[in-house]
């Protein structure tokens, strides 16, 4: 399981737009960061925020081979091209806005003109150019950020207008960006000048802090970066960016005052106690994630649909939901959650639902079943997951070997295809055109399917600008998905977080808006 392409706090919404001129520009967006208290939040103070597992050996955007697991703190870093906002919509940071042009086989960047790095060095569409054809040509880039294959290369600029010219449409591509490497411009003066040793641990980005001091995988100490393009922010004068062990740590240093807010991962149990006991504030987002069990169609046993067959007749997600998370998940059988565009469908006709009879007879006709089920780390959520769903397909006669793999391991066996089965937390992207070909095409970086049939329907939901249509396509790989067996689906999964009461949030209610924008975030007197 690689944790998810991005971790932005986004709500359900229909698409804006539905014709090839599908645009969105805006000057800035302090509007959009929604209500003050009456004189305005105070300048000043630092929060410590809390990550279970946080990872980052590079803060290179082209040789983070986790970069969607880091883009929070990338994006505090870097800025934005943009950022998620309410109902999945885009807003602008370091763009202004875009537009496809040329049929959809363009798309058109404008650059905020004035943008500095935080030496004080011009950021101009060029250098986004330059950064980006950088992140494309890095070995990580077929794995990373998979949607920018239908780039033609080199990417180019004219005047502020940053131009990226595609093989085929890609009604998504826009999308893409969100919390992935191309999202974040590299200062090119600065890394040379520095040598990449240096700049990857302390780079120059424009975001609305930079880094003081950073001990890779441990400790980041961000502070205000006062060329921030947005007047009078950040509010906050740092943020110390904390690695911890898991949620039950994070929780303890939330309650003994070290930490301010927490990302939480899973232990659900925690976070009901917290809501009752009203001892923090918990901001649950829509989710945009699904949790499921991805299948190597290439391996034995799983290239046998009978054997895929059982093990969707030998799991039993809603028991597992109740056991482990207290029903606060709600199941899903499809590639879908509540937090995407165009599509949400949690029930998907011909799903195979729990069946211990049938699993055992797919079993016994087979002669047994037996795999490696791989899974993260990093946490000890994965594990206990993985233990669960052991015990379950052991009662139809399936045997499982849960294999633990750090991240960096997983994507060098997703790679090489050498794996059998994945517990699976991907999507955290608001558009389905972008998780579905990574998970599910043929070519996907973690994918375990190899269809021309869903190949071809994916192909022609990320070529079709029109909502409803768009809708339609995704149902229908659902179902697809559904005949064919292709993946156990689980759960769909928000990512939580905790934070103590003297933390000001703009906007003041998370469940409607998209990614937290920390630029906005305040400490009340």
Request: proline share 6%; glycine share 8%; net charge neutral.
């Amino acid at each position: 399981m690689r944790l998810p392409r991005g971790q932005a706090l986004v709500s359900a919404g229909t698409a804006f737009g539905v014709a090839l001129t599908l645009s969105v520009t805006a000057a800035g967006h302090a509007s959009a960061a929604g209500p003050t208290r009456a004189g305005g939040p105070k300048p000043g103070g630092t929060i410590t925020e809390s990550v279970s597992g946080g990872l980052w050996p590079t803060l290179d955007p082209a040789t983070d081979n986790q970069d969607a697991a880091d883009s929070e703190w990338l994006s505090l870093i870097y800025g934005e091209l943009f950022q998620s906002g309410p109902g999945g919509k885009l807003l602008p940071d370091l763009a202004t806005g875009y537009h496809y042009s040329h049929n959809g086989l363009q798309l058109d960047i404008t650059m905020r003109a004035g943008d500095k790095f935080s030496d004080g060095t011009p950021l101009t569409a060029a250098d986004a150019a330059w950064s980006l054809n950088r992140d494309l040509a890095a070995p990580i880039a077929q794995i990373d950020f998979p949607n920018f294959a239908v780039v033609k290369k080199p990417i180019t600029s004219s005047g502020d207008t940053l131009i990226l010219n595609m093989k085929s449409k890609d009604a998504a591509l826009a999308q893409a960006f969100v919390g992935s490497a191309p999202n974040w411009v590299v200062d090119e003066a600065a890394l040379n000048k520095m040598g990449l040793k240096a700049y990857d641990q302390k780079p120059i980005g424009a975001g609305p802090f930079e880094v003081k001091s950073n001990a890779a995988n441990s400790t980041i100490n961000l502070v205000r970066n006062p060329t921030y393009w947005q007047k009078g922010r950040p509010y906050l004068a740092g943020i110390k960016v904390l690695s911890v062990g898991d949620d039950s740590t994070a929780l303890a240093a939330m309650q003994s005052g070290e930490v301010n807010v927490a990302d939480f991962f899973g232990s659900i149990p925690d976070v009901l106690q917290v809501e009752k006991s009203k001892q923090f504030n918990v901001i649950i987002p829509p989710s945009t994630f699904y949790q499921f069990v991805s299948l190597n169609q290439k391996k034995p046993p799983f290239n046998n649909i009978k054997a895929r067959e059982a093990l969707y007749y030998a799991t039993n997600a809603p028991l597992l939901v109740k056991k482990l998370y207290s029903n606060f998940y709600p199941v899903v059988e499809g590639p879908t959650a509540p937090g995407e565009l165009f599509f949400y469908g949690p029930k998907v006709p011909g799903y195979l639902n729990y069946n211990l009879a049938k699993a055992k007879a797919i079993v016994k006709q087979l002669g047994g079943i037996s795999f490696d089920l791989a899974t993260t780390s990093n946490t000890t959520y994965w594990s206990t997951e993985a233990t669960v769903l052991k015990q379950q397909w052991a009662a139809a006669g399936i045997n499982a070997k849960i294999v633990l793999n750090n991240l960096t391991e997983t994507l060098q066996q997703l790679a090489s295809n050498n794996w059998q089965a994945l517990d699976s937390n991907w999507g955290g992207d608001t558009d389905p055109g972008l998780a579905l070909p990574y998970y599910f095409s043929s070519t996907g970086g973690a994918t375990g399917i190899h269809s021309a049939a869903l190949d071809n329907l994916m192909q022609e939901g990320i070529s079709t600008f029109d909502p409803e249509g768009r809708a339609k396509i995704y149902k229908e790989i659902g179902e697809m998905m559904a005949k064919n067996a292709d993946a156990v689906f689980l759960y769909n999964k928000p990512f939580l977080l905790l934070a103590t009461k003297n933390i000001g949030w703009l906007p003041t209610n998370a469940k409607k808006y998209g990614e937290i924008l920390w630029q906005d975030v305040y400490l009340n007197s």
